[in-house]
């Protein structure tokens, strides 16, 4: 299923896909052939059944330093294909429907994260980080305010007046600082961040894939309506489609054998369902 990409390198362990951005000789900045090769290798990992979550990481000293404005000028200049990605790709690979329908995405921040190299682990569902990583809204010392939705997403987040600091001062801060804010849950020594990162993900893995999607998308609409009635409503609504799965009736006789649930084993899976229409 999965190509070769030229900006992300792709590991498999077990069900997690690790993805490291793969351009470190330019810290990793996101170039219009990355928002190209990023939606593809989401689109094809959310076809696969054998996938549970993604961890994203940067190749080198970096995570990603953010958008690489070099291309900005090769697209002035007529560069079609350049400009053609930008224009295509970039305003929807890290579009709100894409990340929330997407498998779970866990970042390990292993260096730098400055502008939309920050901005997109927004949309991940949650953040680790190396005691060497950074982490910068630099927008506003460029002249430029925040993007990918950040300016939403920063306040639910960390909280108004710590995103407003971030936004306004374009200020670095380092991993304990990103861990007081809220932007990350873990801080890990740069040997351990990538083995800590795989085991977490594997966890979330390990259970069902159409629970998690669920739960994300539940979340996410929970925080965008404004009708506690439409939230409670939402909730029953799930539990009780939840309690009838194939998933839970597995789980429930997991329990009672004293076993780990087989949620994703194909052939063992195949028997609940015949057991559960006769």
Known sequence: ????????????????????????????????????????????????????????????KAFSSGADVGEFASASKGNKTVKEYWEKYQPVAFEAKRMISSKPIIGAINGLALGAGLTCTFWFDFNLASTEAKFSMRFSKLGLTPELDSSWLLPKLIGLQKAKEMMLTGKIYNANEALEFGLITKIYEPHELIDEAIKTAQSIADNPSNTLHTIKEMVFEDMTTTSFTEIAQRSIDNFAYARKSDEHREALLALQEKRKPKFHDVEHMKKIIKKKKK
């Open 1 to 60: 299923i999965f190509m070769n990409y030229e900006t992300i390198s792709i590991e498999r362990h077990d069900r997690v896909l690790l993805a490291s951005w793969n351009r470190p000789e330019k810290l990793n900045a996101f170039n219009g052939l990355f928002f190209k090769e990023w939606i593809e290798l989401l689109d094809a990992v959310n076809k696969d059944n054998t996938i549970g979550a993604i961890v994203c990481t940067g190749k080198g």
